[in-house]
């Protein structure tokens, strides 16, 4: 007995058109995501490395980068001796101790490479640097060799754009600074042993002011307000999934008791449907801020250091602008939700569909890096132009605040659309859904419906 | 308030799976009459009531209310609308007191009309006590009370009801005309649609039957009734006719003799010859068939040929009208 019934169960559900759905649709949305996740990696791969290998300008005051690039050329030379003497006596360069020498010189010759601007003065870089031509100019001061500290200059300082350049600098100073500095066998083995100029020098980091000043810039404090907005738009993500179920129940509730007809007879169904998700999405987010001030000793106490420590930068426009976009972002995914719950047949299919809904926001939590160098680049702008993806990845841009306003209201306007939009098909979904007396209402069923009402 | 459907179709599906549910269906309703949309279970009759509420749209034809084409599609038609669905819930984990006044607000009512009008209202229908708890603690004829409270909470000019009677115990079988009666009277529009013709003898002023989404009978109910019945009279069961000057024949039912009379006779001639023979009359009244009966033979008709042709009979209303 027990075996009919499990063979009838198993059966009936395998043979549900939802099932079916889930099964081999699920991995197709989710491999479409990776694809796009690809595309995204592909296309930041470029806008990352070129953020990271910025054009840079040096300002060297000391001589020492000229003297590592006279060494250089020096061991160029070496090498290309080296070379040829072996290729007289026959022995093979690319084998034991002479391939090392030779590598150890190839290696030192890349190095030294120099692919930075020179400039003669300080000032003339930094005109350079105002008018884009260079993204960063590293100013090597006079009195390096007693502070060892180098000088950074950059129109906006971003937490991973142009890391590069100083450092890149710095392994020419290395080298500068074993050719040319007096130094006793056991101090040139300790600056070796550090190696390749690693804390041997400390950068300052300056950024262009609004009144065209350059100023000094607190990094741990700028660190903190980078990172700020990524763990909002984390929190966003959480919040949502726990949003989606209040959602999810919302629309199963009128299914499940039947009254939804009267309520069509009532309102129309989008408004409807807008009213729940604004209604319920403001029931979530007074719970995140309940849960908020639950915890407010904790967020306020961190935030009393970090104000008392590291001077932390409340940056008015972008703050609003961020809790503009969480709010939109919200019911952006709350109204996708709400199709989903008039989607589903169950609240446990609901559900699983929603998963698809729910990764939707992690894909510019990948760009990540690409949205933080890049700003005002193609991928940051489609993700943040792109509802489905926008708020997180706007709330990612405006850590830089370098997001034109206009593209802000641009994002915000298409999200709005989004919202629109979203609502609009889950009401026409839900319409002919909830009128599908008996037969189990499934996307493709749904489509071709949603076509003719 | 005034309806009209002028040719209305709608389908649904495509292809082999395509069903017709509405064919070509034209019929006016005006208010104070309780009108009934008659047939089987698949005739057709939700997908027409959907249509009029807008939560479909039909495929031809044209919707008329209070002579305005598509004027059921304005958000003041629908506040001016009672409509009990065929399938009815309500929410089950709300209490009743805040399932009432949700309806009532998005009815448009603020809080002080809606205790006024829910107060009367609760109390006919027994319900005062419950106001305070949940829904689902109701009993089944309860929540049936309530559904047909909130319904016309809020005084529309027209009600809806689709298949209003299917469910109900008897108490809210009874409440439930009642309520329709009333609002008839009051000058309203009643549209209900029902499969259990009991119910249509004893509620509608007019009615319309549809069968297989064709509209084959329609009219006043008596007008409908007289011109599907061939016998003049009807007598009581004990009392045979047979034999009198003015009857042609006499046929027996269950609880009425169907009396033919012959071409040129009236009632009245059949009311003296069965005095003048001393049969025992306790009951003579004019030929009408059951809208059962009449319901059975035309939608078995139409079933059987092509549902085009209409019936005789339905042709005989037809150009009564
Ligand atoms: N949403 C729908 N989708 C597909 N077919 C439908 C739908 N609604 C009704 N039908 C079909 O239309 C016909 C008429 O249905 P309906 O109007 O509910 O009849 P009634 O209310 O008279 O019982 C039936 O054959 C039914 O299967
Ligand atoms: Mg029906």
Request: aromatic share 6%; hydrophobic share 45%; glycine share 8%.
């Amino acid at each position: 007995m027990t075996g009919t019934i499990a063979k009838y169960e198993f059966l009936f559900t395998i043979k549900r058109p939802g099932y079916l759905i889930l099964t081999f649709g699920l991995p197709v949305i989710l491999g479409m995501y990776a694809g796009f996740i690809s595309l995204i990696s592909v296309a930041t791969a470029g806008a990352m490395a070129s953020g990271l290998s910025a054009q840079i300008g040096v300002v060297d005051k000391t001589g020492l980068i000229e003297a590592a690039e006279q060494a250089a050329e020096e061991a160029e030379a070496t090498r290309r001796a080296t070379e040829e003497a072996a290729a007289t006596i026959g022995a093979d360069p690319k084998s034991g101790k002479l391939k090392s020498q030779l590598d150890a010189l190839e290696a030192m010759v890349r190095e030294v490479i120099p692919d930075a601007q020179r400039y003669d003065s300080l000032k003339a870089g930094r005109v350079a640097l105002e008018a884009g031509e260079i993204d960063g100019l590293v100013l090597v001061p006079e009195d390096y060799l007693q502070k060892r500290t180098l000088d950074y200059y950059t129109r906006t300082w971003q937490m991973f754009k142009g890391l590069s350049a100083p450092q890149q600098v710095r392994r020419q100073l290395y080298v500068g600074v074993l050719e040319r500095a007096e130094l006793t066998a056991e101090e040139r083995a300790m600056i070796e042993s550090r190696g390749k100029g690693e804390g041997l020098t400390e950068t300052a980091y300056y950024e262009l002011g609004l009144d065209g000043k350059f100023l000094k810039v607190d990094t741990l404090s700028r660190t903190v307000s980078f990172v700020l907005p990524a763990a909002v738009a984390g929190i966003l993500i959480v919040a949502l999934l726990i949003n989606a179920g209040f959602l999810l129940a919302g629309v199963a509730e009128e299914k499940e008791n039947k009254v939804f007809e009267v309520l069509f007879s009532m309102v129309r169904v989008d408004h409807l449907l807008m009213g729940k998700v604004l209604g319920l999405s403001a029931a979530a987010l007074l719970q995140l801020l309940i849960w908020g001030a639950m915890i407010l000793p904790l967020p306020f106490l961190t935030f009393l250091v970090i104000d008392q420590v590291v001077d932390f930068e409340w940056h008015a426009t972008s703050l609003l602008l961020a809790a503009l976009f969480f709010i939109l972002g919200f019911l952006f995914y709350g109204s996708l939700f709400v199709g989903i719950g008039a989607l589903g047949n169950n609240v446990k299919e609901s559900q699983q569909y929603s998963t698809i809904i729910a990764l939707l926001p992690v894909v510019p939590m990948v760009a990540f890096m690409s949205l933080l160098n890049s700003p005002n680049g193609i991928v940051a702008r489609v993700l943040a132009w792109f509802p489905p993806t926008s708020a997180p990845a706007m709330m990612l841009r405006l850590a830089t605040r370098e997001v034109p306003l206009w593209d802000a209201a641009v994002a915000a306007l298409l999200l709005i659309v989004g919202i629109w939009i979203s609502v609009k098909i889950a009401a026409r979904m839900l319409l002919v859904g909830g009128m599908m007396r008996g037969q189990s209402p499934n996307p493709l069923k749904m489509l071709r419906l949603l076509l003719n009402r | 308030m005034q309806i009209a459907f002028d040719g209305v179709s709608k389908s649904f599906g495509s292809g082999a799976r395509r069903v017709v549910a509405v064919n070509d269906v034209s019929f006016e309703a005006a208010g104070g009459t309780v009108f009934g949309i008659l047939g089987p279970n698949g005739a057709g009759k939700t997908t027409m009531i959907r249509m009029l509420l807008d939560v479909f749209r039909p495929d031809s034809g044209r919707i008329h209310t209070d002579g305005v084409v598509n004027g059921n599609r304005e958000l003041s038609f629908r506040q001016r609308v009672a409509y009990l669905p065929e399938e009815r819930g309500l929410y089950q984990k709300r209490k009743i007191s805040d399932v009432i006044h949700y309806i009532g607000a998005l009815r448009g009512m603020d809080r002080d009309l809606i205790r006024t009008r829910m107060m009367p209202l609760l109390e006919r229908f027994d319900l005062v006590d419950s106001l305070k708890k949940k829904v689902s603690t109701l009993s089944k004829g309860m929540s049936q009370k309530l559904q047909i409270i909130l319904s016309v909470i809020h005084d529309p000019d027209m009600l809806i009801f689709d298949e209003p009677f299917s469910g109900l115990d008897p108490v809210n079988v009874r409440l439930v005309r009642e309520l329709v009666r009333e609002h008839r009277d009051r000058g309203k529009l009643v549209c209900l649609s029902t499969h259990m013709m009991a119910e249509v003898e004893a509620l509608c002023d007019r009615v319309m039957m549809i069968d297989h989404g064709r509209r084959v009978l329609y009219g006043a109910l008596d007008e409908v009734r007289r011109a599907n019945t061939d016998f003049q009279a009807s007598v009581n069961k004990d009392c045979d006719p047979t034999g009198l000057p003015c009857v042609v024949r006499v046929v027996k039912d269950v609880d009425l003799n169907h009396v033919y009379l012959k071409d040129g006779a009236t009632i009245n001639d059949l009311m003296r010859e069965l005095a003048a023979a001393k049969r025992p009359v306790r009951r003579l009244v004019e030929g009408m068939r059951p809208i059962e009966d009449i319901f059975i033979s035309v939608a078995g008709s139409a079933a059987d040929g092509d549902a085009t042709p209409p019936t005789k009979q339905a042709d005989a209303v037809e150009r009564s009208l």
